[in-house]
């Protein structure tokens, strides 16, 4: 039987997705209807499919609700080729601005939305024309991967970090070794993290610290997606990295410089560690019906 799906798609700094509701959790796509959806050349064409499900209508949502009550609508993230991801940073800030444009939430300057999503709650406010979403606490991970990568002449270190999702950074030595990368190509990991990783590769501003703010460059190939024109919780990845490597006196706030625009990260302590948040432009473009 056909199905008509009402979809409108988002993007933020082009990091773009297909977005469609289903209150009640009636209309879980699968991998084949994802694939199809995010084609970009037979499909509507994007770097994931979000469904905006109410908390209460899916069993992931459960810990949502559990750990906020107010967490009403999740954000259920699928990449471009179908897999499950834990959640995305730019993915909620567009779900942040489907939301209030659809007349779902209300949100006012000032007050934060909670949002249900794999990795855990994550809170959104406005900021200026975009949305400053909290990423919660992020971590340092075991080991010290190398990554090979199509172009690259020879591996190269690099740094574990999770933001709820899991990230691969490397530094490279310039802007033309970054701009010669070839991320059509999958970087290789070596371990290989058994459920995979976003691998940034970042080259630091120089100076690094213009007015107390960190600058930096970032290509990002995400898994399941591969290269994207941005990636939010690389973007904070990529910050955190850095700011790992400067040491002692490195800036809080960064400006991360990605294909589609600029993001900003915040970092800040917390009761429960030290966060980092997110901000930048969100967008939707059009809306439109397919049948599937």
């Known amino acids: 039987m056909t199905t008509t799906l009402q979809f409108t798609k988002g993007q933020g700094t082009g990091n773009d997705f297909v977005l469609f509701t289903d209150a009640d959790g009636e209309t879980d796509l699968d991998g084949v ?29 459960a810990a949502a609700l559990a750990d906020d009550a107010t967490a009403e609508w999740f954000m259920d993230y699928r990449n471009a080729d179908g897999s499950v991801a834990e959640m995305c940073g730019n993915g909620v800030r567009v779900f942040a601005r489907y939301l209030t444009e659809r007349g779902l939430v209300e949100l ?5 939305l909670a949002v249900g999503t ?41 740094l574990s970090i999770s933001v709820g999702n899991p990230h691969v950074v490397v530094a490279l030595a310039s802007d033309d070794e970054l701009d010669g990368l070839d991320l059509t190509w999958v970087p290789v990991l070596d371990p290989a993290p058994e459920a995979g990783a976003n691998v940034e590769f970042v080259v630091p501003s120089d100076p690094l610290v213009v007015d107390g703010v960190g600058h930096i460059r970032m290509r990002v190939h ?16 990529a910050a955190l990295a850095v700011r790992h490597w400067a040491g002692p006196g490195a800036p809080l706030d960064w400006w991360v410089a990605v294909p589609g625009g600029v993001l900003g990260v915040h970092v800040s302590a917390g009761d429960d560690g030290e966060h980092v948040s997110l901000s930048g432009p969100a967008e939707l473009v059009y809306s439109g019906a397919l049948a599937l």
């Open 222 to 237: 995400e898994r399941g997606s591969g290269e994207t024109l941005s990636c939010g919780t690389g973007a904070a990845a």
């Open 33 to 61: 209807a994802v694939r199809a959806l995010t084609d970009r050349r037979f499909g509507v064409g994007g770097d994931g499919v979000i469904r905006a499900v109410r908390s209460a209508a899916l069993p992931a949502g």
């Open 118 to 158: 794999r990795a855990g709650v994550r809170r959104v406010q406005r900021d200026g024309s975009g949305f400053r979403v909290d990423l919660g606490v992020w971590s340092l991970g075991d080991g010290e991967p190398t990554v090979r990568a199509r172009e690259l002449h020879a591996a190269r270190p690099g």
């Open 108 to 112: 006012a300057e000032g007050e934060t």
